[in-house]
Structures are given as structure tokens and as C-alpha cells.
């Protein structure tokens, strides 16, 4: 059901099934296809609204925005923040804002910055374990320096021998307790808000089912959020359960969130759930793409 000019949204029910995948990453930041490649797999899996959304970085959305618009395909711009909530990292998905807006570009620009140093102590980490080199092993991986993640030291890792595949790496070595583990301060929930609502978009928290919170911590994060202006949360995403599903939904409700849908797709090679494959939201939920409506970049 592509979204073309002129249309009317659908009412609600149909409006839900429409096929939108509004999280995944690039070579731009760690994942690794370009974004024309990206922007091509999901057209080609029925993807009728996109959004790419590389780690702290929008570089790419230029190219992935033109690719969509060539293809047919509706595009809404993106980004996922890193936030330190609660001394635990959490994500904020931004969509539909303006990509020139020069207090978000100031805010991600800061956000990245230290990532580099954070992967050098990282390495140093690695090396008393005795793996040594790891910092210029990943860099190998890498598309921007300044956005070296622990995803290019675990493919690293992979392709040495080391361990056998990515979650191993990151079981053993880069969560933490672990050797290669840095903690690191990254945005505040409430400047990430900010930044994207700003700049026209909508924030949203992504994939709440990976926090180790306790209820009252997630109770805080939702509370929060929504006090700082957030609007949605992913409840259909490549890192939930069905559990997941269902318990996600009730909380966009409890909270009156929006409900967004996600792939996470990141690699051929790495990702179980590829773009544009996941189950439609509950039909009890309002998605985020009709409230951005008029965000949309249609073909
Ligand atoms: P960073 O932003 O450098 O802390 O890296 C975070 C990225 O690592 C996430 O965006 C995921 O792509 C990846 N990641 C985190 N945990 C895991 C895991 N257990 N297995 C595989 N990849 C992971
Ligand atoms: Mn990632
Ligand atoms: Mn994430
Ligand atoms: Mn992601």
C-alpha cells in the first residue's frame, strides 16, 4: 500500500498493516550495506514507508531518502540516539525531523565524540586478555571513524577466530564485567527528546524489551520520556519476543504512546529479522507514521 501524493491516510485498521520498517543501520554507522543497498532490500521485501537510522549519525539520509524516492518507496528520515538513563545505555529512535537542523546535527556531533577514545581503552582492555591490535582490527570494519562501536570489534573478533560468531564476542568480552567493556556517558534521555522534537521529529524509545530495568526503573524511563515530550515506542522490533509484542502494547497504551516498527536490521550475515518481515502492530495501537504524516517524503 504505497503512501503516493495526494493520498489520504487510511483509516486506522488498514493504516496498521501498511509495511513500515523505521529502524536499521548502514555502513554510516555499523551496519553493513550502503544505504542505497538498504534503501533497494527493503523495497524489494514490500517495504511501503523506510526510515534508515544509523547510530548518532545522519549522514546517510540524504542518499538513503533519494534511493527510497527512486525506487517508489516513502521515506521518513531517522536516527538512533544513544542515551545514558539510569546508568544503563537506552535508545532513542528520532523520525521525521528536519536532517539540517543545526542544534540536532550540534547534539549528535557531541553524542559520537569520545567514541573513538572509549574503542582505543576498549582495545587496551582486550590486550590484557591477550588479544592484541583489536583497535586497528576493527577499524578495518569501520566506515567512520567516529563512529567505531562495538559492532566492528566483534566482527573483528569473528574474523580472527577468536569466537565463533557476534553474540559470543559479546557475551565474552563486551557487556559489562567483560575485558573489552567501556562504560561510557552518552546523551541525557531529555536532550535526545529535545534535539529531535526540535528539529520537527518524533522521539521514540526503541526496543524497551532489551533494558535490564527493574519495573520501577522502566516506569521512570516511560514517565520521563513522556514528560520530556517523547511520543512513541518501538512495541513490533526485530529485538522483541511475541511477548515482547504483547507487553509493549499494553505499555504504549498505559503511557498513550504511539506504537512504532522495526526490523533493527543490520547485516545479511548477522541479523535474524530482515527488513520488512516482521508482524504487523496490534491493531489496538496508533502507529507513529500516521501522526508523520506530514513528515513523509513521498515518491
Ligand atoms: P555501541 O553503540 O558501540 O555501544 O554498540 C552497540 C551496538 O552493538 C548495538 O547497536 C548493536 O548493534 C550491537 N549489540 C549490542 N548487544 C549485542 C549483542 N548481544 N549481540 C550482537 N550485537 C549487539
Ligand atoms: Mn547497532
Ligand atoms: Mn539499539
Ligand atoms: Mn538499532
Redesign the pocket.
Known sequence: MPLASGDRLPTIRSVNILNADLHCHSVVS?GTLEPEALAARAHANGVDLWALTD?DEIGGQHRARTAALQLGMAYLTGTEV?VTFAGT?VHIVGLGFDADDPVMKKGLYDTRHGREARAREMSEGLERVGIPGAYEGALKYVGDPGLI???HF?RHLVATGVCAD??EV?RRFLVEGRPGYVPHRWATLGDAVRWISGAGGMAVIAHPGRYKFTPNEEYALFSEFKAHGGRGVEVVTGSHSSSDFRKYADTALEFELLASRGSDF?SPDESHVDLGTLPPLPAKLSPVWEALSDRVHRP
Open positions: 555499523d547510530h544513544s545505555t562501536s562495538r559492532t566483534a557476534t553474540s559479546f543490520h
